[in-house]
């Protein structure tokens, strides 16, 4: 790989190849600099970021993820709080990706990347992926990846629409 700057994007809640997969990048690339984003809620120590090379800077990005608002509500033992919290997340799902788009485009262009690599590592780390990469199209000169290593779960029926032109927009702009 000739590139400059890779910018990786990491969004995973348990070990799943995903940690594995971004040593060996880290190990392996011949690049001038990587930067790894991660959520700064996560658990990131099996991607042992502390030992990796001085070429691969961390930026933490704060923005809640609904999987984490899922694993709150399926904490929660009164059904009808689980049932809300459930709803709660499902009507904000798509302002918080859309909000995520210009949050990570600004966060990316001034890193001025080569490319653009978003690996999920497990469901249901994918909504942040998908909208990085989805930011990263508006960026010039950028070649951009997504990996992932599950399978997706089906959307709820009344996002189908509106999940079948998000795939398809990714599907001509992204490599997978």
């Known amino acids: 790989m ?9 969004e995973t ?17 011949k690049v001038s600099k990587i930067h790894v984003f ?12 502390s030992k990796v090379h001085d070429s691969v800077t961390v930026h933490r990005y704060s923005l809640l993820g609904t999987s984490e608002l899922s694993d709150i509500a399926y904490k929660i033992n009164n059904k009808q709080i ?26 990316f262009k001034h890193l001025n990347p080569d490319v653009v690599m978003s690996i999920n590592g497990g469901y249901p780390a994918a ?3 998908r909208s990085s990469v989805l930011a990263a199209t508006f960026l010039n000169n950028t070649n ?7 399978k997706a779960a089906p959307s ?13 927009f990714l599907d001509n702009r992204v490599t997978f």
């Open 2 to 10: 000739s590139a400059k700057v890779l910018i990786l994007f990491l």
């Open 144 to 150: 951009i990846f997504m990996v992932f290593f599950n």
């Open 82 to 107: 689980r049932f809300l919290l459930r709803l709660i997340n499902i009507i904000i799902k798509y302002p918080l990706i859309f909000i995520s788009i210009p949050y990570f485009y600004f966060k």
């Open 156 to 168: 709820k029926r009344i996002f189908s629409y509106l999940e079948k032109v998000y795939d398809k």
């Open 127 to 129: 909504e942040y992926c």
């Open 38 to 49: 991660v959520n700064k809620r996560n658990d990131n120590r099996i991607l042992k970021l």
């Open 13 to 29: 809640y348990d070990a799943g190849g995903q940690d594995s997969v971004s040593r060996i990048l880290f190990q392996n690339l």
